[in-house]
Nanobody
Framework: QVQLEESGGGLVQAGGSLRLSCVAS????????MGWFRQAPGKEREFVAA????????RYSDSVKGRFTISRDNAKNTVWLHMNSLKPEDTAAYYC???????????????????WGQGTQVTVSS
């Protein structure tokens, strides 16, 4: 079982930046994918970005491409989501998740992920 803990959320003005962190602990592996999702009130959980820690392949949603960057440090079991040029529509609870099926490209579907963190709130004011 992998435990995940997110941090780094907060309140920021539109155009600002935040960096979210996700630390994995427990039964960790060097070969898996980690993804970031977000969920706004009344909306479904939405894919944001993901990275395969074995191949370094990344995927981004169209809504964040060019503004968000996912990075990782395998030795620290940590993945970051660097968020720039934030917009009010980026407001949501952000969750990290792990996909133990490392042999495939990062998945965008939430139900393909095996473990989830508790989430961290990001609020972007206009």
């Amino acid at each position: 079982q992998v435990q995940l803990e997110e941090s780094g959320g907060g309140l920021v003005q539109a155009g600002g930046s935040l960096r979210l962190s996700c630390v994995a602990s427990g039964r960790t592996f060097s070969r898996y994918s980690m993804g970031w999702f977000r969920q706004a009130p009344g909306k479904e959980r939405e894919f944001v970005a993901a990275v395969n820690l074995d191949t370094d392949r990344t995927r981004y949603s169209d809504s964040v491409k060019g503004r968000f960057t996912i990075s990782r440090d395998n030795a620290k079991n940590t993945v970051w989501l660097h968020m720039n040029s934030l917009k009010p529509e980026d407001t949501a609870a952000y969750y990290c998740a792990v996909d133990l099926n490392y042999w495939r490209d990062p998945e965008t579907r939430p139900n393909e992920y095996d473990s989830w963190g508790q989430g961290t709130q990001v609020t972007v004011s206009s």
